[in-house]
């Protein structure tokens, strides 16, 4: 079906519980009963639907068949909160179509492509009664938050089983301009720091009997941020170093700052290893003789998808129906593709226009459902018969 077209009835069924889902006021942790919706529609259709729960988090597995390969689908329900309301042009939790395009909280981010991914396991189920090999779905309701009992927990739980996953596809809004132009096939790794330089408070009148810890760290911050880390590969941009917060001084306009605290992050190619990048911001700051405590946090390795089958086949079944070819990246920030890397051989992220998520009036193109969910279908069937 190239050049933009879908079947009719696969774009209403995949409207439909798109619309269901964001109806679901399913704020991080809560997933408002969009888990068990879910599952009652695949154990209809033959799946074995189980819950990896951990804590406040709702972790969902649903899978048809026992034998391998195994091809699955990931995403979350979980939502950002809608913000002021009153600056919405339609409640963010009642679905609008407006404008050839649905309305809610969670339509591009990401219950759009959960409800185009369970159409094409519904359509899949119908159609390959004896298929070898197995399709499945995980969703958890963190990922917008912490991210510690979510995805994380699932493929915890799954690894433990012994469970590979052969192909994964993550239905994160990857597209920029339109639906198809763009599939991620990695992502960054992402280290956090949290500097705390120590100098001396005293009065401002008198500098002299104090240490502006400030200052001290003027210096050192300047060749941080101008550092270059790595070139980066083929693949994936150089490293980039940004500094997000910086909180100094006790508010009163007459007192040197004995403390100066700076967040920063990294977003790190593999070109940089995380134990590489600490070493050198020590010996930064020692070498400008910061007296300074830092604590690390790495929430993300890189991780990256070669050419190979599972690429190929998304690519020729977006090329197919929305007539672009995509490009493919690892550019943006985290996604829940860094759990599951560790037990998918192949994985790729592929969804919606991502202009409007986390934003005031998010949408989705109505016309846009269809085609995701018949490009995932797609992708599934010749993923199989390859």
């Not at 154990?43 to 091809?71: H, I, K, M, Q």
């Not at 502006?212 to 101008?226: C, D, G, R």
Request: proline content about 5%; charged content about 20%.
């Amino acid at each position: 079906m190239a050049g933009g077209a879908s079947h009719p009835d696969l774009q209403a069924a995949t409207l439909d519980l798109a619309a269901q889902l964001i109806a679901r006021p399913s704020l991080t942790p809560d997933d408002a009963g969009c888990l068990d919706l879910v599952a009652a529609r695949l154990s209809a259709v033959g799946f074995t639907c189980e819950r990896l729960d951990r804590g406040r988090v709702g972790n969902l597995w649903a899978r048809r068949g026992a034998a391998g390969p195994l091809f699955a689908f990931a995403g979350h329900v979980d939502v950002v909160s809608p913000g002021p309301r009153d600056q919405w042009t339609s409640e963010p939790f009642t679905p609008v179509v407006r404008d050839g395009s649905l309305f809610g909280r969670g339509a591009a981010d990401m219950k759009g492509s959960v409800a185009a991914m369970v159409v094409a396991l519904e359509q899949w189920a119908a159609t390959h009664q004896a298929s070898t090999g197995s399709a499945a779905l995980l969703l958890t309701s963190d990922e917008e938050g912490d991210a510690v009992d979510g995805t994380a927990a699932a493929v915890e739980a799954l690894a433990t089983r012994g469970v590979t996953i052969d192909a994964c596809v993550v239905g994160e809004p990857t597209s920029v301009s339109a639906l198809g132009d763009t599939v991620k096939v990695g992502r960054r790794g992402s280290l956090n720091g949290v500097l705390t330089v120590r100098g001396a408070q005293c009065h401002i009148a008198y500098p002299e009997l104090g240490l502006n810890a400030v200052h001290a760290a003027l210096p050192a911050l300047a060749e941080l941020a101008a550092t270059r880390w790595d070139e980066g590969t083929e693949t994936f941009s150089p490293t980039s170093f940004q500094i997000s917060n910086v909180t100094a001084g006790t508010g009163a306009v007459n007192v040197v700052p004995g403390s100066c605290e700076v967040a920063f992050n990294f977003r790190f190619s593999p070109a940089s290893a995380p134990e590489g990048l600490q070493a050198r911001v020590v010996e930064l700051l020692t070498r400008h003789g910061v007296v300074h405590d830092i604590r690390w946090t790495l929430s993300a390795r890189p991780f990256s998808t070669p050419a190979g089958a599972l690429v190929e086949t998304l690519s020729t079944c977006v090329r197919e129906v929305t007539g672009l070819t995509p490009a493919l990246s690892t550019t943006g920030g985290t996604s829940d593709g860094r759990f599951l890397a560790s037990i998918a051989r192949e994985l790729v992220e592929f969804g919606p226009v991502n202009r409007s998520m986390h934003a005031i009036d998010e949408h989705v193109r109505v016309d846009d459902l269809g085609r995701l969910a018949t490009v995932f279908g797609r992708t599934l069937d010749a993923w199989f018969q390859r």
